[in-house]
Structures are given as C-alpha cells and as structure tokens.
C-alpha cells in the first residue's frame, strides 16, 4: 500500500506565497516522475509541473517564473513554491507520483487535493 498526503494550502491573498508539499509513504521502492495539477473551478484539470527522479523539471507556461517545483527523494516528497499568487491560481493542486512498490509493480498515485484560494 502507498499514501500520500497533501499539505500546505489555504487562503493567501493576491500577491501572496504558498509552499504545497506532498509527502509518500508505505510499500515504495523508488519514485520517478513527481508532479502537481491543478482542477480551477469549472475547468478541467491540468498540468502544473513535473520533476523527474533526475531533478529535470516541466512546466506549463503559464506558471513559468512563478512555481517552484522541487523533492527531497530522501523524505518522498515533492514541493510546489507559489509566488506572487494571482486571482486565476484559485484551484485544488493535486500531487500525482508514479511509484515503484517494494515486491514489484508500477503505479500512479494521486494525492487527496488541497485547496488554494487566493483573494483580492
């Protein structure tokens, strides 16, 4: 069995920071790919950015400059920096990792949603 947890969202104002984190754990020998998307209210959902187990990273345009993401493979966990927050980055951020379990197998996982919602 794997889990993930999500934490780190919340209410920030326009302009404002968040740091998102989603923590694995359970039956997982290694991690590759690691990644944040993201479901706008009334929108489908899309992808944030991607980092793979080597620490290259993909974003989507239109949060180039502004996320951050990053891991610590030590702790099977991957981070997304938001800066300078705007209205349209209201969303619930899904992380999504695909694992490798101990004893075999390949999966994609995807964590519960946090929500983030910025204000004016």
């Known amino acids: 069995q794997v889990q993930l947890v999500e934490s780190g969202g919340g209410l920030v104002q326009h302009g404002g920071s968040l740091r998102l984190s989603c923590a694995a754990s359970g039956s997982i020998f290694s991690i590759y790919v690691m990644g944040w998307y993201r479901r706008a209210p009334g929108k489908q959902r899309e992808l944030v950015a991607t980092i793979s187990s080597g620490g290259s990273t993909n974003y989507a345009d239109s949060v180039k400059g502004l996320l951050t993401i990053s891991r610590d493979n030590a702790k099977n966990t991957v981070y997304l920096q938001m800066n300078n927050l705007k209205l349209e980055d209201t969303a619930v951020y899904y992380c999504?990792?695909?694992?490798?379990?101990?004893?075999?197998?390949?999966?994609?996982?995807w964590g519960q949603g946090t929500q983030v919602t910025v204000s004016s």
């Open positions: 999504n990792l695909l694992i490798r379990r101990t004893g075999g197998g390949i999966d994609n996982y």
